[in-house]
């Protein structure tokens, strides 16, 4: 079957930066959306940023102009490249992928197919 797999996580002071990815196996042809996610425990799943098999990014707000979302030449990693990390952004980043339609961060956590297991990110003041 396809699996994601997230590597990167850890520790970080604020305003520190880390890079996180995601490696995506199984399937026939690279993932037609890619997009990352962070939630706090008792908190809504938050998507952060997407990307198109084609290249168009999407990002949510609070992110923008921090995170940077890219996937390599042959789409099936995903790299998210965090700056300047608040202590608040401290929750488990997961990374998924779904088939075609909408890839922007207006696609909620239901629309999403195949979800990595989560890795932690921490940031310390």
């Known amino acids: 079957g396809v699996q994601l797999v997230e590597s990167g996580g850890g520790s970080v002071l604020a305003g520190g930066s880390l890079p996180l990815s995601c490696t995506a196996s199984?399937?026939?042809?690279?993932?037609?959306?890619m997009g990352w996610f962070r939630q706090v425990p008792g908190n809504e799943r938050e998507v952060l940023a997407t990307?198109?098999?084609?290249?168009?990014?999407s990002y949510a707000d609070s992110v923008r102009g921090r995170f940077t979302i890219s996937r390599d030449a042959t789409k099936m990693i995903s790299y998210l490249w965090m700056n300047s990390l608040k202590p608040e952004e401290t929750a488990i980043y997961y990374c998924?992928?779904?088939?075609?339609?909408?890839?922007?961060?207006?696609?909620?956590?239901?629309?999403?197919?195949?979800w990595g297991q989560g890795t932690q990110v921490t940031v310390s003041s």
């Open positions: 199984g399937y026939t042809t690279a993932p037609a959306c």
């Open positions: 990307i198109r098999r084609d290249g168009p990014t």
């Open positions: 998924a992928a779904r088939g075609l339609g909408l890839c922007t961060v207006e696609a909620g956590p239901g629309l999403w197919n195949n």
